[in-house]
């Protein structure tokens, strides 16, 4: 698809059809990155968007353990009180 680049005060925008927009699901915000010589212009996704499931899903499979087993430490050893 060929566009123009607009003037916005000191800045030049691009006009997206309404059809392209409604595909990707832009809203007010977006992302906006450079990647090797092109712009990339995506959905702003709200933080953290979906950690909750995933964690979710980690645990269901038992995969929220540590991956090595706790070293004790000389506080633990000498200082630690319960």
């Given at each position: 698809m060929k566009t123009r680049l607009v003037q916005v005060g000191n800045s030049c925008g691009v006009?997206?059809?309404?059809?392209?927009?409604?595909?990707?699901?832009?809203?007010?915000?977006?992302?906006?990155?450079?990647?090797?010589?092109?712009?990339?212009?995506?959905?702003?996704?709200?933080?953290?968007?979906?950690w909750a499931e995933a964690a979710q899903e980690l645990r269901k499979n038992e995969g929220d353990q540590l991956l090595d087993p706790p070293t004790p430490t000389r506080f633990d050893e000498e200082e630690w009180e319960w």
């Open positions: 006009r997206l059809p309404k059809p392209v927009i409604e595909e990707v699901g832009l809203d007010d915000e977006v992302e906006l990155q450079v990647r090797e010589g092109a712009i990339v212009i995506r959905p702003l996704r709200a933080t953290r968007s979906g």
